[in-house]
């Protein structure tokens, strides 16, 4: 006995032409913004009033309108919501970076140790502790300098320019202007040395996989950390010795199977001095 359940050729094409038709593109009309419509348009309400005034900063700031900038960050400051933390940080790297740009160190130096005690995640606590690095040098603050250092180098011990960083602000440190001059297995010997050999390391470790230009600069850095490394003039076991405990996790990292691994080996909690500094021992 037939139910009469089948399907006519005719059910299928209508079905199809409904679906074509509803799948068709709409019209919209798409908002147009000219150049610099942030200086003129209009403000509806809090939070549309602190993305324009944070354009307006921004764009201030690029012009090297310090003063504008910084009255224009402040306004965005007290229009946005406290809930929006993330857009908080941010106007108050930019109001500290118009400190900066203004010589009012003092400000700009609280204003970045508050942002790194507020930090919420590795990215923000990387960028405060950038931007409180600029501040402390531009202070010539060598010991607070050579405290974020070694923080950004905790954060990312593959980074060669945070180590190269790290090796000028020990030079600064030790009053050096000749490296010829220290004596070797001191600590300030040691500790140059361990700079530029992990710089050194570091940057050979990447030089298969970055772009011809960047190629070109480490080739610079190369020839300049050489050269230093020549002035200290350690002896073949002494390098040698260098070579196989600060390139250890770099090699672990190369053969590491996933993201997680690689998390790990960058999250090491040990005490800074005993980890780079006491290879020699």
């Not at 007290?78 to 809930?83: K, Q, Y």
Request: negative net charge; hydrophobic residues 35%.
């Amino acid at each position: 006995m037939e139910l009469g359940l089948d399907f006519e050729d005719t059910d299928l094409i209508e079905e199809k032409k409904t679906s074509d038709k509803k799948s068709g593109l709409k019209s919209y009309n798409a908002k147009v913004c000219g150049p610099l419509w942030f200086e003129h348009c209009e403000i509806l309400d809090a939070e549309t009033t602190a993305n324009i005034c944070k354009f307006r900063g921004d764009h201030k700031y690029y012009n090297k309108q310090y003063e504008e900038a910084l009255l224009c960050y402040r306004q965005a400051l007290e229009s946005l919501p406290m809930t929006n933390r993330c857009m908080r940080h941010d106007l108050n790297e930019s109001i500290a970076r118009c400190y900066v740009a203004l010589d009012k160190t003092a400000e700009a130096v609280d204003l970045a140790q508050n942002l790194l005690n507020t930090s919420t995640n590795a990215d923000q606590t990387t960028q405060a502790c950038i931007l409180l690095q600029q501040i402390q040098h531009k202070q010539s603050d060598v010991g607070g300098e050579e405290t974020t250092l070694k923080q950004l180098i905790m954060l990312h011990p593959f980074n060669a320019e945070f180590w190269l960083m790290l090796k000028r602000c020990f030079c600064q440190k030790f009053c050096l202007r000749e490296l010829t001059k220290l004596e070797q297995q001191s600590i300030e010997y040691i500790k140059l040395l361990t700079c530029l050999v992990r710089a050194r390391l570091l940057i050979r470790s990447v030089r298969t996989s970055v772009a011809s230009f960047v190629k070109e600069r480490h080739q610079g850095l190369i020839k300049e950390i050489e050269a230093d490394i020549e002035k200290l003039n350690p002896s073949e076991s002494c390098l040698a010795c260098a070579k196989k405990h600060l390139g250890e996790d770099i090699f672990k990292l190369d053969n590491a199977d996933d993201d997680k691994e690689r998390e790990d080996l960058n999250m090491e909690s040990v005490n800074f001095e005993d980890r780079w500094f006491k290879w020699n021992q």
